[in-house]
């Protein structure tokens, strides 16, 4: 399970550094936006099944969980710093308000309420 895991994080480094060419229009942009975002999504779900999973944590000793933890945070860190310089930086271009999608409008025929 690791190895796969590890060859497929490399093809997709390797991935996002092809999209990493110059001159691309706005489109190809957005795209490698959501490779990234998808790359990140993908490691911290790794790391939520690792830590979630007690018996594998266990095999660690307390200076290497000590290891990960600090080497997480400063990555989060990082992470979380360029959010919030982004976000400020472009906050004028947010919406002020979080819009939902549009409701189905309740009719007669829609079940309403709890049925025992």
């Known amino acids: 399970m690791s190895e796969r895991w590890i060859n497929q994080s490399r093809d997709l480094l390797k991935r996002m550094d092809a999209q990493a060419i110059k001159n691309k229009d706005r489109l190809e ?11 990140i999504e993908r490691s911290i779900q790794g790391w939520l099944s690792w830590s979630a999973n007690l018996q594998l944590m266990s095999r660690f000793s307390l200076e290497e969980l000590e290891d990960m933890e600090v080497g997480l945070r400063d990555q989060v860190r990082r992470f979380i710093e360029y959010d919030i310089a982004i ?3 472009h906050q004028n271009k947010m919406p002020t308000q979080v819009l939902s999608p549009p409701q189905k409008p309740q009719t007669d025929s829609d079940p309403q309420g709890i049925y025992v």
């Open 29 to 39: 942009v957005i795209n490698s936006i959501n490779l990234a975002i998808g790359a």
């Open 87 to 89: 976000t400020e930086k």
